[in-house]
């Protein structure tokens, strides 16, 4: 330590000062600004960068928000699709039955005129054979004795009792 406080020369200093103040306002004026300058880039960069990446995360957000109500509103109306096609499944159902019983009636109807008619026939073609029966019954009856009654009526019960009418 001695040395140096017996090697210290003031003029020395004083100029050794001065170069250091000098390299300092060089470094200010030429170095210092532009590190400052690039530093306070970076910053902005990083703080602009957070704040895309904020806005990104919320948009994503509203995004998938977005998405969720369109698949809410895609459920709601696919049940509302089913609902409307059960509803029509139901009512042509009912309908085809409504048609088939009208139809069932319809043929029940038909089937009864047709039964009805056939049992007037019926009962047409049976007058018919009774009467001409009952003509052929009178011819026999006038062909045999006219006097004798007796007999007239036990031919009568002998004919009527060859035919059996259900």
């Known amino acids: 330590m001695e040395t140096l406080i017996n090697d210290f020369s003031p003029g020395l200093f004083v100029v050794q000062t001065i170069l250091l103040l000098g390299l300092i306002l060089l470094l200010v004026k030429f170095a210092w600004k532009p590190i400052l300058s690039s530093l306070n880039e970076?910053?902005?960069g990083i703080t602009n960068a957070l704040e895309a990446a904020e806005n990104a995360r919320k948009?994503?957000?509203n995004l998938q928000a977005?998405?969720?109500k369109l698949l809410k509103e895609a459920r709601a109306e696919r049940e509302?699709?089913?609902k409307e096609a059960r509803e029509i499944k139901d009512r042509l159902?009912?309908?085809s039955k409504e048609q088939a019983k009208?139809?069932?009636d319809k043929i029940v109807l038909q089937a009864q005129a047709a039964i009805e008619s056939e049992k007037?026939?019926?009962m047409?073609?049976?007058k018919s054979q009774v009467a001409e029966l009952s003509v052929a019954i009178a011819e026999k009856v006038i062909k045999q004795e006219l006097s004798n009654k007796d007999k007239q009526l036990k031919l009568v019960d002998e004919l009527l009792g060859d035919i059996k009418l259900k």
Do not use: P
Request: proline letters at 0%; aromatic letters at 0%; glycine letters at 4%.
């Open 42 to 44: 970076r910053e902005e």
């Open 59 to 61: 948009e994503m957000q």
């Open 66 to 68: 977005d998405n969720d």
């Open 80 to 82: 509302a699709m089913l």
């Open 93 to 95: 159902i009912s309908d």
């Open 102 to 104: 009208i139809e069932g």
């Open 120 to 122: 007037k026939a019926a």
């Open 124 to 126: 047409a073609d049976i």
